[in-house]
């Protein structure tokens, strides 16, 4: 089991920067793949990026690709999203996940473990 805690999260004007950071609690944090998810009002969760146990493979929504990047610290068992140029539509719920041994995924339904979600506002 792994327990994970979003922060870095709040409001930023368009073009501005946040780097969120997710805590995990447990045990063998390096054997979990870890993701970003969203979820703005009246979507549904959509995939961020994803970074492997080892932190050797990313992956990347087609849209977000150049503006932002995750990273991985097994020794801090915590996993990072740097994001930059933030947009309008950039706004939502930003969740953490992992997934217990597994090949990096971008479907919601294979990540077991969830934190409670950050919340991210860009104005205009």
């Known amino acids: 089991q792994v327990q994970l805690v979003e922060s870095g999260g709040g409001s930023v004007q368009a073009g501005g920067s946040l780097r969120l950071s997710c805590a995990a609690s447990?045990?063998?944090?390096?054997?979990?793949?870890m993701g970003w998810f969203r979820q703005a009002p009246g979507k549904e969760r959509e995939f961020v990026a994803v970074?492997?146990?080892?932190?050797?493979?990313?992956a990347y929504a087609d849209s977000l690709k150049g503006r932002f990047t995750i990273s991985r610290d097994n020794a801090k068992n915590t996993v990072y999203l740097q994001m930059n140029s933030l947009k309008p539509e950039d706004t939502a719920v930003y969740y953490c996940?992992?997934?217990?041994?597994?090949?990096?995924?971008?479907?919601?339904?294979?990540?077991?473990?969830w934190g409670q979600g950050t919340q991210v506002t860009v104005s205009s």
């Open positions: 996940s992992a997934r217990k041994l597994g090949l990096i995924s971008t479907v919601v339904g294979d990540f077991g473990f």
């Open positions: 447990g045990r063998s944090f390096s054997t979990y793949t």
């Open positions: 970074i492997s146990w080892g932190g050797g493979n990313t």
